[in-house]
């Protein structure tokens, strides 16, 4: 999947949505919404980046996106089961961000966590049947489906604001902390436009009025990967659907997807998939 802001439709009566993603591995280029994403391990280990943090987490742990939150989700060698649940914060009254006046101090509920801050192990196990009853809900349908959701939403996120550790927002910090990610957010969607193109490091830093070192070491904080192979992927994944929706030859499709030469991407586009490009036309 490409990187991009991401904008979300929603049914009328209830903004929100649950995934359940069983695979053998699970990857999502780094991405931002207005939305607040939470996300459950149910089975496997799942690596996944939140602005600047990194966490391999485990059955049974969780991790809060709020809104804004550059994020990211990448388990091609991890065996994962996952729920992921979106909602916009007008579900629960919020006309803006959410949460409101304060941010978590983690953005990864894990055990050790719990076990450092001395909160009950329990709360796992609350959150995962509150994703439950919310998954029944929007998948029965049964009279009043929106309401007993909602509910359940409040349920969620007075439950984290009550027992998670945060801070009062520092506005000095806060805008700081936006300003690297509104740059960020502009780095991304360059690449998605100009992936076609020979770009290269110096060429793109240079763009955005850095210097290499600046612009690595901001990409790989909130990215969690370096510029070439996170730009590899944005081509392997555009190569991917170009194969699979057309008839024109891997090497045409390689070389319009800014790789230099075959064997350069079947290389990468095997590294980045775990597959080989001519496996999609069997």
């Not at 009566?13 to 459950?40: M, Q």
């Not at 984290?160 to 690297?180: A, F, Y």
């Not at 891997?250 to 230099?260: K, R, S």
Request: net charge neutral; with cysteine; aromatic share 10%.
């Amino acid at each position: 999947m490409k990187a991009y802001y991401e904008k979300r439709s929603y049914p009328p009566e209830l903004p929100l949505r649950l995934y359940k993603h069983e695979r053998n591995s699970f990857s999502f280029h780094a991405h931002w919404h207005s939305d607040v994403e939470l996300v459950l391990v149910r089975e496997g280990t799942l690596r996944i980046g939140i602005n600047r943090e990194i966490q391999i987490l485990q059955k049974g742990e969780a991790a809060i996106c709020c809104s804004g939150d550059i994020h990211f989700y990448d388990s091609v060698d991890k065996t994962s089961a996952i729920d992921i649940l979106i909602f916009q914060p007008s579900l629960i009254g919020c006309h803006g961000n959410w949460p409101q006046q304060i941010r978590f101090d983690h953005s990864f509920i894990t055990g050790s966590m719990l076990r450092d801050n001395r909160l009950p192990l329990s709360m796992l196990e609350r959150l995962d049947e509150i994703f439950q009853t919310v998954y029944r809900e929007i998948t029965d349908r049964e009279p009043c489906y929106a309401m007993f959701a909602t509910g359940k939403m409040l349920e969620l996120c007075g439950l984290l604001q009550r027992v998670l550790p945060s801070s009062p927002v520092d506005h000095r910090l806060e805008n700081k902390r936006i300003t690297g990610l509104k740059t960020m957010q502009d780095i991304i969607q360059y690449l998605e436009d100009h992936y076609m193109q020979p770009l290269t490091l110096a060429e793109t830093a240079g763009h955005f009025g850095m210097s290499v070192f600046h612009f690595c070491r901001l990409f790989q904080s909130l990215v969690g990967t370096n510029f070439k192979d996170y730009l590899n992927a944005i081509r392997a994944d555009a190569a991917e659907e170009r194969i699979l929706s057309g008839e024109e030859s891997i090497t045409t499709v390689a070389m319009e997807c800014g790789f230099n030469n075959i064997r350069t991407f079947n290389r990468v586009f095997k590294s980045a998939k775990g597959y080989t490009p001519s496996s999609l036309r069997i």
